[in-house]
Structure formats: structure tokens, C-alpha cells
């Protein structure tokens, strides 16, 4: 029995957002910020009290008054999406208040200082999930899961938006609506399939007026529109109800198809049986009527329900992308989930046996939903799809927000998608991917400044005069002192980014690296840094972390720290690349082998007070760095006019 079976409606419900808070921009948060807080706390108490009505039968529970805002922390939060059947939308395990009772006292300028400038959001209200993304004629398309309601998961509905080269977009109407039996309770993820004579097609999951999770099929009404505005429903929807043995809330998320060598079409679907995580398998001719393939693209006991499955070729000896369909000789797998249990995204290599439709992983030690995550930070049912304008696979992926439902919903939006990234295998490890933005990032180059050879010495923080630093490209190199790596003892330290202390944890090796939005006192700044080992091999070990513990002086934001190991090759310089745009920082280790994605929302860091810091805090090594840092322009996103078309 799925945890879906175990929710009533009540627990569904969600907090509603007055149309005036989201009808306005951030400029308005101030003047209605009393009347809001008010509001929320309203909805809040509503939400807990109901709930305690039907869970208890007790009504003394739940207290009126306005200091049962002391209550409104983990345990209380409203659930959102869980009972509807998809991953838990809200930050539930986030404390909204301290421990006093009170609010971070968050101001207009602080908040909409968090807003990004070259990363894609919506222009008000919540998005979650990026879907099907494609190209055609001359644009690229990218669909969201978007409430066109509010600032929280609920309504869930198509957004769109076309740009010419994945970083310039423009808003275009909602591509689908909830307007259907078969998805009145939301229009939920899907993929696109380019056929061979250029036909767009969408498979998506529909939550039905029963909340059964079915597959829909969708096209454009007129193929000759490069935008793409107007979509059909099939009229015979849905194609895909749950098959026998499969919970109706656990049947959701069509991968993009791929065809097979007798020339049908596969998709794959995720699910699980008890706790074990499983894709199913359909094969199609018209996209109309499916057939199940017997057995499962794979299945990983105690891992539970599999959201979002990606399914694609890359390639082992070409640095260009592979359609999906791809399969042969130098042609490996990779298999991605997003883990409903732990909201996390795992991939896995392996090779596919078209015969049987069965993916078997290179290493069982990193099995589906086990093993490597893209990133290791906040990122989410991600999708890749293969841009055949410039033969390369490129990763969407959704970076949710780490601080209050509350403080989203005064700032009337949540949530940003990661800057698209080009997916290759790694050729030198062969083991993982390798993940990088995509080139056009680079156009939003404004003025840069180069350091070379900065020697920092141990325990040294060294300010890096590059005027502003809410929008930047950063690419850097750090050698660590020969002499010290050798003179240091072999350790049986295992150094864990999460649970090590972050950068405040000092051995002899590291940590060492960036302070990113980080103000001239240090009291606010987030340290992007690698640590190493020296193993009782003798061998190094390098881990790469996002330290957001010291990130900022609110008390309710999310402080963890989050990173994992990276490999680095024999004579490899350790490098990173750093994207920092106001509220996300997105890092990357070693040309993308291991990727770290955080939210942060400085107090003090922020607008002219936001600078950047080169520190090594290890206690023998002294460590040169050279960099290069880009400011970045914006991106300028805003609704398509007419004059776009050209
Ligand atoms: C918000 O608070 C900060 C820190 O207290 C202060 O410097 C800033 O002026 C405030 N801004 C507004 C618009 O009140
Ligand atoms: C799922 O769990 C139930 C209860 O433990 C068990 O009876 C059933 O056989 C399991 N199903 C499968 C397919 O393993
Ligand atoms: C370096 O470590 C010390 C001691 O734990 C800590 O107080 C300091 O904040 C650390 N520096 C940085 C930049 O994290």
C-alpha cells in the first residue's frame, strides 16, 4: 500500500495565497507584509486544525491564539503533493520560525534581492518539474510544471517558454490546462518525442478527477508554428491507465521514446512494488495503443518509488550527444530516477539489451537509485533531452528553494531551474558523467578579472577585489604545496561533506577554495571547497562541498552542508567552476565529474555587500590558486512579443 492511500483530503489541502500577494512585485511585499504574515498564519492554523480534528477527534488540540505560531514548525507543516500521489512539494523539514516564536525579520530588499537575473523562473508563483523539453524550427522549448495560483505545489499546470540558445527566454501562454477528467487534478510530468518526419509528440501524466496517475498523449495543433503555442489533448486519452499490480498513484512520468530495431517506439514509466523502485516498459507503433514488455527496464529493492526516470545513449568514444534512440557498437546507457523517498537524482551506467528491454549497470555497487547522484546538492526530477541543433544531450533539472513556504510565498515564487547542462560520459574515468553549462552561459560574459598564482597560506582567507558579486562565472585552479602533501601523515580520516563540520573542520590538506557571497566581516558567507586525505594507501582523496551553514544570519533557511568524493586523476589540477546568481550557486568540480548545487539567502551578502573570497583553512598546506571571474549579464526573461518571431 502506497503512504498516498494513507492521506485524506483534508491533509491535501494546502494554504491558499491571496491573488492580491502574487498580483504584486516584490515592491508591494513591504506594504502588504503585516496583512500577509496574518494570512499565512490564518491558512496555517486552518490546515493544523482541521487536521488535528480528523486525525485526533480533539478539538483542545489546536489553539487559536497567535502564539500557536510556536507550533507551526515541523511536525505541523502541511504536506503538499504527498497525498495527491507525487514527492513531498514543501519544505516541511524546515523550521519557519525560531525558537522563540519569532520570525526572521526578512525586508523587502533582502527578499528581492533573491530573485535571479540569468536563470529561468516564471514570473510569479511555484514551479516544480522541468518537462519535455525540445527543439524545433529554430527554438528551443521548455515546458514546466507551474501553479498559476500561488507560490506553493498545488494546480499544477503547463508552463512555457521558447529562447534561441537555452539562456535568453521568453513566457509564452500555459501549453496545457487541467481541463480534462483524465487531468483535472493536474496536468503532471511528461516527456517530447521527435519522430523521424519531425512530428512532436508529448506523452505527460494526468492525475485524474480520482487522482489515478494515467498517461496522456498531446500534439500541436499547428505544426507549422515554430512556438508550439497551441496543443491537443488526443481525443481517445488516456493512453496508459495503471496495469494490474501497480498502485494507481504510482504510475507516473513518460520518458522520452526510443526506437527499437524493429522499429517500434519504447517508453518507460516509473513505479515501485512494496519498496521496490522498478520501470516499467511499453512498446507503441502510433502512440495510441501501448503493449507492456514483459519483465522491467530494471528494478532495486528498498530504494522506493521511482519519479522521473530518464533513459538515454551516450556515447564512448564521440564528444557529441547520441538521439535517444542510439544503440550499438561504442554506445553505453545511463539510467536516472528521482527518488520519491529521498528526493534525490541517481544515474547509473550500464549497457542495454534491446532483447528483453533489461539494463544492466557497469557497477552493481551503483545500481539504480544507489549510487551516483548528478548532484549533490538541491536538484531534482531532472530531464535531458537530445538537442539535435547541436548534436549534444543537455540536462534540465529543478532547484527547489531551501528557505520558508512562508518567506516564498511573501516573495510570490519559488523555485529556479538549474542552467542546462551538456551530459557526456567521462572518457577518462569511464565511471561517471560529466556535466558542464552550456556553452551559451558564456554569452552573458560581461568584464573579468584574472588572479594568478595567489599563494594562500594555511588558515588564510584572501579578498578578491571583483567589485560585485551576485552574478558570476568563476573558473579557478588550486595546486596544494607538494612539500606538504608529502609530509603529511596517511590517515584513516573519512571526511563526509555533510557530516564533517564543513569548511570550519580543518586538516592537514583542507579545506580550501571560495567564499562566495560572503560580506566584508564575514558574517555571512558560503565556502565552495575541496578537502583531501591522504589515505593509509598514501593515496589522496579529494571530496568537493557547498558549506551553507554559515550562509546566513536567518534562522530559517536551510544550513546544511552538501558535497561528495571527486575523482582526480594522476597530474589533473583540481579545478572548479562556479555559477553564482544571487539565491542559487551552482558548483562544479573537476570539468563536471562531481556537481554541487545550493540555495542560499544571505542578509548582509547581498547586493554591493556581496563579495567574493579565496580562503584555505587547512592547518599544513599552503595552496596557489589562479582564477578567472566573470560578472554576468542578465538574462533578461521576459513575455514573448511579436517581434520575437524573426
Ligand atoms: C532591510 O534590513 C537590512 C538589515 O537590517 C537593512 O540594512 C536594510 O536597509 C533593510 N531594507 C529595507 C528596505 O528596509
Ligand atoms: C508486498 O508486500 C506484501 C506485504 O508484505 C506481500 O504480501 C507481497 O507479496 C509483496 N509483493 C511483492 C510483489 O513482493
Ligand atoms: C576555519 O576553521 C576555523 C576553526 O574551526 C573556523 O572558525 C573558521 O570559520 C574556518 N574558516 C572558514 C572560512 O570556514
Partial sequence: MGRTNECNDV??????????????????????????????????????????????????????SASTNKDLNTET?????????????????????????????????????????????????????????LYYKGWYHFFYQYNPNGAVWGDIVWGHAVSRDLIHWFHLPLAMVADKWYDQKGVWTGS??????????????????????????????????????DWIKYPKNPVLFPPPGINVHDFRDPTTAWLTSQGKWRISIGSKINKTGIALVYETQDFRTFERVEG?????????????VDFYPVSTKLEKGLDTSAYGVDVKHVMKVSLDDDRHDYYTIGNYEENGADFVP????????????????????????????????????WIGESDSEYADVTKGWASVMGIPRTVVLDKKTGSNLLQWPVEEVESLRLKSNKFENLKAMPGSVVSLDIETATQLDIVAEFEIDKEAIEKTDQTNEEYNCKTSGGAAHRGALGPFGLLVLANDGLSEYTPIYFY???????????????????????T?????????????????????RILVDHSIVESFAQGGRTTVTSRVYPTRAIYGDAKLFLFNNATEATVTASLKVWQMNSAFIKPFSPEQRS
Fill in 11 to 64: 491533509e491535501c489541502s494546502y494554504v491558499p495565497v491571496s491573488d492580491e500577494l502574487h498580483a504584486t512585485g516584490p515592491s508591494a511585499v513591504l506594504r502588504g507584509r503585516s496583512k500577509t504574515v496574518v494570512a499565512v498564519f490564518w491558512g496555517m492554523l486552518v490546515v493544523v486544525s482541521l487536521v488535528a480534528l480528523t486525525s485526533n477527534g480533539n478539538i483542545d488540540h489546536v489553539s487559536t
Fill in 77 to 133: 507543516l502541511p504536506a503538499r503533493g504527498v497525498c495527491a500521489g507525487v514527492s513531498e512539494k514543501s519544505n516541511t523539514r524546515l523550521f519557519t520560525n525560531n525558537n522563540n516564536g519569532e520570525w526572521f525579520p526578512w525586508n523587502n530588499s533582502m527578499l528581492s534581492w533573491q530573485r535571479t537575473a540569468f536563470h529561468f523562473q516564471p514570473e510569479k508563483n511555484w514551479m516544480n518539474d522541468p518537462n519535455g523539453p
Fill in 192 to 229: 517530447a518525442t521527435i519522430l523521424p518526419n519531425g512530428e512532436v509528440i508529448m506523452l505527460y501524466t494526468g492525475a485524474t478527477n480520482e487522482l489515478v496517475q494515467v498517461q496522456n498523449l498531446a500534439y500541436p495543433s499547428d505544426p507549422s508554428d515554430p512556438l508550439l503555442i
Fill in 296 to 308: 522491467v527496464l530494471r528494478a532495486v529493492p528498498k530504494v522506493g518509488m521511482w519519479e522521473c
Fill in 362 to 397: 557497469d557497477d552493481i555497487q551503483n545500481d539504480v537509485g544507489i549510487g551516483l547522484r548528478y548532484d549533490y546538492g538541491i536538484f531534482y526530477a531532472s530531464k535531458t533531452f537530445y538537442d539535435q541543433n547541436k548534436e549534444r544531450r543537455v540536462l534540465w533539472s
Fill in 532 to 554: 583531501v586525505v591522504k589515505g593509509n594507501d598514501g593515496n589522496l582523496k579529494t571530496s568537493f562541498c557547498s558549506d551553507q551553514s554559515r550562509s546566513s544570519l536567518a
Fill in 556 to 576: 530559517d533557511v536551510d544550513k546544511s552542508v552538501f558535497g561528495s568524493f571527486v575523482p582526480v586523476l594522476e597530474n589533473e589540477k583540481l579545478s572548479l
